[in-house]
Antibody, heavy 123, light 112 residues
Framework: QVQLQQSGPGLVKPSQTLSLTCAISGDSVSSSTAAWTWIRQSPSRGLEWLGR?????????DYAVSVKSRLTINPDTSKNQFSLQLISVTPEDTAVYYC?????????????WGQGTLVTVSS | DIVMTQTPLSLSVTPGQPASISCKSS???????????LSWYLQKPGQSPQLLIYDVSSRFSGVPDRFSGGGSGTDFTLKISRVEAEDVGVYYCMQALHLPRTFGQGTKLEIK
């Protein structure tokens, strides 16, 4: 059974960096059929795909255009986890952030999700 | 980006009665590998979304068979044959054909 456990602060000041981690159990961040993704949810934008990291003989990353200049997603093979770093945050980045696994064998669907982290951007 | 449009945005159903949700995509979700990358999720109150259906009609592990998905191209449907109290929440469709992945706006299911 795959489990994703999120950690990170729930309050970030404007202009600072939002950092979250997603620890994986039951699978490997280096899986050749999975991609490790960050999604956020807010009342104004609904469910919004932010980006992913995945390993197919080498590491790849993809990011949403809306956050591409500010977002970094990194794998950590030593701890079997992946992280999100979003720089220069504004109140518009306030949302519930989820990590999720996309599995090629399940139609690229997100079959496992983290518990979600409510991140508020406020001074 | 591919736009996903769901209807209705809300529905109220008597337990034991059927329910149906429509999802339309702004372009065909059929890929050259023959698969159609459309999935359905349920977000129960206070929880993370959970996968119900992938590849239009394949039920994910542990999903009751009262849930079924259908459709092709740009038009898709999620059906619940007999709604139960535990089915309350918001249902989302999602396309996984192109990046960025995009979701519908959600359909809220309530029990009468």
């Amino acid at each position: 059974q795959v489990q994703l456990q999120q950690s990170g602060p729930g309050l970030v000041k404007p202009s600072q960096t939002l950092s979250l981690t997603c620890a994986i159990s039951g699978d490997s961040v280096s899986s050749s059929t999975a991609a490790w993704t960050w999604i956020r949810q807010s009342p104004s934008r609904g469910l919004e795909w932010l980006g992913r990291t995945y390993y197919r003989s080498k590491w790849y990353n993809d990011y949403a255009v809306s956050v591409k200049s500010r977002l970094t997603i990194n794998p950590d093979t030593s701890k079997n986890q992946f992280s999100l770093q979003l720089i220069s945050v504004t109140p518009e980045d306030t949302a519930v952030y989820y990590c999720a696994r996309h599995e090629d064998r399940s139609g690229r669907a997100f079959d496992y999700w983290g518990q979600g982290t409510l991140v508020t951007v406020s001074s | 980006d591919i736009v996903m449009t769901q209807t209705p945005l809300s529905l109220s159903v008597t337990p034991g009665q059927p329910a149906s949700i429509s999802c339309k995509s702004s372009q065909s979700l059929l890929y050259s590998d023959g698969k159609t990358y459309l999935s359905w999720y349920l977000q129960k109150p206070g929880q993370s979304p959970q996968l119900l259906i992938y590849d239009v009609s394949s039920r994910f592990s542990g999903v009751p068979d009262r849930f079924s998905g259908g459709g092709s191209g740009t038009d898709f449907t999620l059906k619940i044959s007999r709604v139960e109290a535990e089915d309350v929440g918001v249902y989302y469709c999602m396309q996984a054909l192109h990046l960025p992945r995009t979701f519908g706006q959600g359909t809220k299911l309530e029990i009468k």
